[in-house]
């Protein structure tokens, strides 16, 4: 399959991948919905038209050459490991797999999707981090994941997808105590909001957990406004700024 099947307005992951796996993230472009789900909506928990949802999956499976799994995504931090039984709407917001046709897929709105790899492309996995699955250890449980492939964590590569940016992502206090609680350093992520409110760096404190799993080579989200869901309206879906919205997903698989 070529990138040229993928709608110009997805992103198409520059990570040095090894030959045979392959990524994306869609947009909003590229799909049947209407509304406040236009255009390519893939979640059906969100009040979009069932078609019009069905129909945008079948629109990204054909596109991708693979069969996206979908799952029921909880913000927890179990994880699933997905074979040619696997069905749509498995409780997980981690997944793994080793065979090809399959892509580990996590639909966002805000939340932080992040796609790994192995140096030899034997095992794909991709996670769905909010704060809260981020601060519980969900990127743990992916990392884990490829640890009877191989032991060194430095071997792998992450991409980190579209999400809150730093500049928008207002939390509580509890949010930064639950960060700092597993790592007294990551303060550092957050800066003063409104009264009693921090501003948090999702993609800046995903990336201080993956270093500290053993990731060196993270790719994609730097925090910069361009990769920001709440700024980026035609581009991209956002619960934060619409409430009623759909969700864009990031998917990775290997070729078969």
């Known amino acids: 399959m070529t990138t040229g099947l993928l709608d110009p ?7 040095p991948a090894p030959p045979g796996v392959r990524a994306v993230c869609t947009t909003r472009a590229g799909g049947v919905s209407s509304g406040p789900y236009a255009s390519l909506n893939l979640g059906e928990h969100v009040g979009d038209v069932p ?5 945008n999956r079948q629109r990204l499976a054909e596109a991708i050459g693979a069969r996206p799994v979908f799952l029921t995504q909880v913000h927890g931090t179990s994880l699933a490991v997905l074979d040619d039984a696997t069905v749509d709407g498995i409780t997980a917001d981690a997944v793994c797999t080793f065979h090809s046709g399959i892509a580990c897929t996590v639909m966002v709105a805000d939340c932080l999707p992040v796609l790994l790899t192995d140096a030899q492309g034997r095992r794909v996995a991709a996670a769905h981090a909010g704060w809260r699955g981020l601060a519980g250890g969900v990127l743990s449980r992916a990392v884990q994941s490829f640890d009877d492939d191989q032991g060194r964590h ?4 992450a991409w980190l997808g579209p999400c809150i940016g730093p500049d928008a992502f207002e939390v509580g206090t509890e949010v930064k105590h639950a960060f700092e609680a597993q790592d007294g350093e990551a303060g550092r992520h957050f800066k003063r909001g409104a009264p009693g409110k921090w501003l948090a760096d999702l993609p800046g404190l995903a990336r201080r957990r993956l270093e500290a799993l053993g990731v060196r080579q993270v790719h994609g989200n730097d925090g910069s406004p361009a990769w920001c869901t709440v700024s980026n309206p035609s581009r991209f879906f956002s619960y934060r700024r619409e409430r009623l919205s759909g ?7 290997r070729e078969g």
């Open 51 to 55: 078609a019009d949802v069905a129909a």
């Open 247 to 253: 969700r864009f997903a990031a998917l990775v698989w």
């Open 9 to 15: 307005g997805w992103i198409v992951p520059d990570w």
């Open 154 to 157: 430095d071997e792998l590569m």
